[in-house]
């Protein structure tokens, strides 16, 4: 094991310091942690266990939203926005500041460097978490991982415009657009029952600025699977570089358990299997195979 992945699977207990609600059923959590600040980067994520016991066993992994920072701009710790679906997620919703839980990371890759134009985020369910740090650091408006500095923004090129294409089922679970808007990125919702944005798919308000001849210098998704393989056939069409991040169920975090796989197309046409959690999560939606059921 090299030397990256051995810190990375090096597990500390640190202290929450916020567990606050935002929307239905989902939690900004902030934990104190000086030395996962300074190095995690947008696209990068965390697993988390609940509490320093052994139930649940293993972490869950969650997206870096944020870093936070203290009035002088140093790092102080790190948040993740979580929406409760089951054991691990309900555990979490209770823990108070102050409770320790177990958290390694930073893990996986990054996204690449800011697009010299515009770029538009599409997101579903809890699949916006990773774009706000993405587009603050793609805005110029903020640093992260070894470029983070207290000292004002970091250089450029950035992108002109982000934009955030954001899909829920329903307006009360829609979570964060305040720190989106905050971190000026543009947010356009859509929801399953019209009660906010666009009455449908996330994907139509691509569509829509597709046909009308946007076209944004990248596109990058998160969510459901079946909104991904929607994004990655709209974008093929109007031929838009687009990345994904990809939501895998993963045990261990670290490429040791091979419970994240999905089937990646290599550079010789042939397709593999390859660990999400440390060849991704970010993925050319170009190469990512889904099958049609
Ligand atoms: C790289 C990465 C980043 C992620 N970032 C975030 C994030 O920022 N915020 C967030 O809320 N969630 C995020 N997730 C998903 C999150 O990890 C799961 O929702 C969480 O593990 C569920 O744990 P649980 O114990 O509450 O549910 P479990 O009890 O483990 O599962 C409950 C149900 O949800 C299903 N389920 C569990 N995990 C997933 C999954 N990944 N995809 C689809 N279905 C699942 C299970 O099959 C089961 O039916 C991310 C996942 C990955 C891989
Ligand atoms: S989660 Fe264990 S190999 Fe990816």
Not at 43 to 50: A, E, K, L, T, Y
Not at 264 to 280: F, N
Request: hydrophobic content about 45%; proline content about 8%.
């Amino acid at each position: 094991m090299d030397a990256v992945a051995r810190s990375c699977v090096a597990q500390r207990t640190v202290t929450v310091l916020e567990n606050v609600a935002i929307a239905r059923d989902t939690f900004r959590l902030r934990l104190e942690d000086p030395e996962m600040a300074r190095s995690i980067v947008p696209g990068q994520f965390v697993m988390v266990r609940p509490g320093p016991g052994t139930d649940p066993l293993l972490g869950r992994p969650f997206a870096l939203y944020d870093v936070a920072r203290d009035a002088s701009g140093a790092a102080l710790g790190f948040d993740v926005v979580y929406l409760v679906i089951g054991r691990g997620t309900a555990a979490l919703a209770g823990r108070r500041p102050g409770d320790r839980v177990v958290v390694w990371g930073p893990l996986g890759h990054g996204f690449g460097p800011p697009p010299g134009r515009s770029a538009v985020f599409v997101a579903g369910g809890i699949g916006q978490t990773p774009f706000l740090a993405l587009g603050r650091w793609w805005l110029g408006r903020a640093s992260y991982g070894a470029g983070l500095s207290p000292s004002g923004p970091p250089a450029g090129p950035f992108a002109t415009s982000a934009t955030l294409l954001y899909g829920v089922r329903t307006a009360a679970l829609a979570a964060g657009v305040e720190d989106f808007e905050r971190a000026g990125i543009a947010v356009e919702l859509a929801t399953d029952d019209g009660s906010a944005g666009h009455r449908g798919f996330v994907t139509d308000l691509l569509a829509r600025r597709l046909d009308r001849g946007e076209r944004p210098a990248k596109v990058v998704g998160c969510g459901p699977p079946a909104m991904l393989a929607a994004l990655s056939r709209l974008v093929e069409r109007f031929a838009v570089p687009c990345d994904l991040s990809l939501e895998n169920h993963m045990a261990c975090g670290f490429g040791a358990c091979f419970s994240c796989v999905a089937p990646i197309r290599q550079p010789d046409g042939s397709v593999d299997l390859r660990r999400v959690c440390v060849e991704g999560p970010i993925f050319n939606a170009a190469d990512v195979v889904w099958s049609r059921a």
